[in-house]
C-alpha cells in the first residue's frame, strides 16, 4: 500500500482508496440511487443504502471498521453531510478516511463552499477542519454553519415549509424568512469569542465579548446557508477559524433592505471591512472559539437543537479534522 504522511497525517491517494457510494433509495425519486449504482460501475466501488435516520452513521462506522482509508461517497444534502462527518469522527478514522458529497439534498451549502467555489482542488485528499460544538452534555461536529436567533428560527420555518410544500431550495428558506419576519423576535444572550485574529492579515486581536439582544449570530466554517445564502463569504474550511457574524436588533424596515446584501455576501470588502451602511447594524468577527448563552435553540447544518438547561453553545475549531476530497 503506498502510503504518503503529509502534514503528520496519513493518507492515501484517491486511486488507491476502495470508494463505498452510500445513498438513499427513496431520495429524488430514485434519481440519486441511479447515480451512485452507475459510479460504481465505474470505479469498481461498492454502494450501500441508507434509508432511515441515523443509518448513514451506523454504515460508515461499519465501514471503517473495516477499511480505515475508505472513499466515503455520500449523496444528499447539508443534513446528510452533517449525519456523515459525526459517522466519522465517532468511528476515530477520521486520521485516514476521506469524505466527498455528490450534492442531492434541498439544501447543498456546504457542496457549494467546497465542490463549486475552486477553494478546493477536485480529486485531491485535503485536510478540512471541522466545528466541534457542546451543549446540553451532548458533543456534534459539524462542517459548514452554525445560527442562532433568527436564522435558526427560519430554519424550523424552512423544514415546515419543505415537509407541507414543493417549496425547495432558497426559495423556501426566502419563504420561512418572510415568516419569521411577522413575528420577529430577539435573543437575549452573552457571546464571548476567543483566539480572534485579523481576517486581513491574521494578527491577534483581543477577545470580544457582546451582552444584548441581537436578531442573529452564524459561525461558519463554510460560507453559505439556507440554500445559497452567501452569509459568511470569506469562509475557509482549512484557515483554523470559525468566521462569526453579529446582527444587532434591527426594524423590520432595515433587515428587509440590508437582507440582500445578506445573502449576495456584499455587506463586506475582502479584507473584511463592513460597508458603511451595515456599522452598527452587525459586527464580523474571526475567532477559534465562540461560547453563547441564552438561546433555547442552536441549528448546525439545517439541523435544530435545544441548548439544554444551561442554554449554552460551545463552538471549537478542529484544525484539520478529516480529509475531504471535492468532486
Not at 503528520?8 to 451512485?36: M, S
Not at 482509508?69 to 477520521?94: C, L, P, R, W
Not at 410544500?165 to 444572550?189: H, N
Request: net charge neutral; glycine share 10%; charged share 25%.
Amino acid at each position: 500500500m503506498n502510503v504518503r504522511i503529509s502534514d503528520n497525517r496519513t493518507t492515501l491517494p484517491l486511486t488507491e482508496r476502495k470508494q463505498i457510494h452510500i445513498a438513499n433509495p427513496a431520495a429524488g425519486g430514485g434519481r440519486h440511487l441511479a447515480a451512485a449504482e452507475e459510479a460504481v460501475k465505474r470505479t469498481g466501488g461498492e454502494l450501500l443504502k441508507s434509508d432511515h435516520p441515523g443509518r448513514l452513521a451506523e454504515l460508515i462506522g461499519e465501514t471503517l471498521a473495516r477499511d480505515p482509508f475508505a472513499h466515503i461517497v455520500v449523496y444528499g444534502g447539508d443534513g446528510t453531510v452533517y449525519e456523515a462527518v459525526n459517522g466519522i469522527m465517532a468511528s476515530g478514522q477520521n486520521e485516514t478516511a476521506c469524505l466527498s458529497v455528490v450534492p442531492a439534498g434541498s439544501g447543498n451549502d456546504f457542496s457549494t463552499h467546497v465542490n463549486d467555489s475552486g477553494k478546493l482542488p477536485k480529486y485531491e485528499p485535503v485536510r478540512i477542519d471541522l466545528v466541534r460544538a457542546e451543549a446540553g452534555g451532548e458533543v456534534r461536529y459539524f462542517a459548514n454553519m452554525m445560527n442562532i436567533g433568527f436564522d435558526c428560527s427560519v430554519v424550523r420555518q424552512t423544514v415546515a415549509i419543505r415537509r407541507k410544500t414543493p417549496i425547495r431550495g432558497s426559495l423556501a428558506y426566502i419563504a420561512g424568512v418572510a415568516k419569521e419576519l411577522a413575528v420577529k423576535k430577539t435573543t437575549d444572550v452573552r457571546i464571548r469569542m476567543e483566539h480572534c485574529v485579523s481576517p486581513e492579515n491574521g494578527e491577534s486581536l483581543p477577545d470580544r465579548t457582546f451582552r444584548q439582544k441581537i436578531l442573529l449570530t452564524a459561525a461558519g466554517n463554510g460560507s453559505h446557508c439556507g440554500g445559497g445564502f452567501n452569509a459568511l463569504p470569506l469562509a475557509d474550511v482549512t484557515d483554523g477559524y470559525l468566521d462569526a457574524l453579529v446582527v444587532n436588533d434591527v426594524s423590520r424596515r432595515t433587515f428587509v433592505k440590508l437582507v440582500g446584501y445578506y445573502r449576495a455576501g456584499t455587506y463586506m470588502d475582502e479584507e473584511g471591512n463592513l460597508k458603511d451602511k451595515f456599522r452598527g447594524v452587525l459586527e464580523f468577527i474571526r475567532c477559534s472559539r465562540m461560547t453563547v448563552e441564552g438561546p433555547d435553540w442552536f441549528c448546525l447544518d439545517g439541523e435544530v437543537f435545544p441548548t439544554g438547561e444551561d442554554k449554552t453553545v460551545l463552538a471549537e475549531v478542529v484544525p484539520g479534522a478529516l480529509w475531504y476530497a471535492a468532486l
